[in-house]
């Protein structure tokens, strides 16, 4: 009877959280008729205190006569990039304050969950998850970033470089502060994997790679807060199924997993930080009192 409630706690998860997701969706806002702007009015027209509209602010700074000779797409990607390189060290330090109540006081919690795990696990769903946890390996969760990073490339309406830096610079702080975290640790993992394992990356991936595909497809797409919700909930299953099989497995600590997942929400929280920063900074869609009608306008002084 434990074996099978063992294994009813991975559907008993995914239904939940697809249940919380029908509850907020159910109680969001009606979805606006079509053909509205799904986000604020576009600016143009609204002059700001100096006489400015308050859309074109960055694109008057980008080409007023002050502005560096570098094209305002480098700048752009050099201001997303420093973002990203500084906010990868705040979740690093907060990763190792993290790391350090792990360290000393997971033992006691994974160690008995383990050994019960164990004891109770039955072979042919220990194999089925033995496939389902892949969704989570380096490089399946690279290949889908590669994948969408040349979709969103082509059907991105502004900024197309921004999607492939986004998802490039995701991978690269990822992996190497990833790397980092388990040498300053260096803690050994289950006995059926016994190298390195905190935070779990398959956990950590799952959360910034698919999250953040998730989000630029929203971003672009939709913007609709049921959508949203349902983004969330999806990346949120993905990530408890990986949870949940790796820990089936026990090829991660309980608190390893549970590690990745806020290491990895972190991670996802920057790099939408960063996309909505660019995107208001260079007068994208993105930015407050831009529309993506708005933005179709032609530039003043420009032939339409």
Known sequence: MTKILLILLWP???ATILAIAALLAKRAAPAAPAGSSPVSPPAAGRASRHGVPAGGRAAARASGPRASGLPPAVRSAAKFLLIAVAGAVAVYAVTALLGLLVVHAGPTIDKPIMNWTIAHRVHSWAALMN?????????TTWGAVVAAAVCLAVTWRRNRWLPPLALAAAIVVDHYTTIYIRHTFERPGPPGSPHGTF???GADRVIILYGLIAYLLWHEFS????TGIWAVATVAALAFSEGYSRGYLTLHWFTDVLSGWVYGSLLLLLFIFAVRYTEASSGGPGSRGTSRGAAREPIAGRPG
């Open 12 to 14: 008993a998860g995914i």
């Open 131 to 139: 496939r389902l946890t892949k969704i989570g390996d380096t490089w």
């Open 199 to 201: 935070p779990s990356g």
């Open 223 to 226: 913007r609709q807060r049921r």
